[in-house]
């Protein structure tokens, strides 16, 4: 293996849904750097739909106080349409990681307030400090939507490079009415999703577990 792919594997293998931070803010020149680095990820046409709002921490303290007792009371309604079932692997996948989830975060599996209100945590962004609200052109569609997912990728692969961590959401993004009119935004961006960042607590006993991954021999289809 080539020095360049053991640093990448290394940054890809580290990299993790972190739900626990400290509340020690980044610095602007370093989120700036994740930013620049993450700009280097491919898109239909070179556009580069991708659009970010970042919060500062008091500003993420403030949002997401208001949309955690947003989310109490009122239903979804996001931009893009949820899923309509996990099925097979996917199903298997989605509910080895919540059961990994509530095990560490000491939650009984019948306890259905305790998981809620740990759901209900996405929308205080887990305690990071910050937050990255990413939108695309609605005139672009999925494939507008598919760019920036590959943005976010290299975005969280650049904030791991430089110490930090984060958690890509779609939680969120189910109240996009809500985030379009907190941030005045246009009603021709479609908000697609979160990602929460910060320095993670490498304490905190809800960051303790990792997810397995598909092997090549169960996604390949050589021809």
């Known amino acids: ?20 931070y400290l509340p020690e803010p980044v610095p602007p020149a370093l989120i700036e750097q994740a930013v620049a680095t993450a700009t280097r990820a491919p898109s239909w046409c070179n556009a580069q739909p991708w659009q970010l709002v970042i919060t500062s ?12 007792a947003h989310a109490r009371t009122e239903p979804m309604q996001p931009d893009l349409p949820w899923p309509t079932s996990y099925t097979g692997a996917y199903k298997d996948r989605r509910f080895e ?21 740990q759901m209900l945590e996405n929308f205080r962004f887990f305690g990071a400090p910050h937050m990255a609200l990413i939108t695309s052109p609605a005139e672009l569609g999925p494939y507008g939507a598919l760019d920036c997912g590959g943005f976010v990728t290299a975005f969280c ?52 577990f990792r997810t397995a991954r598909a092997t090549p021999s169960e996604l390949i289809d050589w021809r």
Do not use: W
């Open 57 to 68: 921490a008091e500003e993420t303290a403030r949002l997401g106080a208001a949309l955690h």
């Open 157 to 208: 692969a650049a904030l791991t490079s430089l110490g930090l961590s984060s958690i890509p959401q779609a939680a969120p993004a189910g109240y996009a009415p809500f985030l379009r009119s907190y941030f005045t935004l246009p009603e021709d961006r479609l908000i697609l999703c979160t990602v929460a960042f910060g320095y993670g607590d490498k304490d905190a006993p809800i960051n303790g």
């Open 97 to 117: 990681c919540g059961m990994q989830l509530y095990d560490a975060a000491s939650i009984p599996r019948e306890d259905k307030a305790a998981r809620n209100a």
């Open 1 to 20: 293996m080539t020095p360049d792919f053991e640093a990448l594997d290394r940054i890809m293998a580290t990299r993790q849904s972190t739900r626990a």
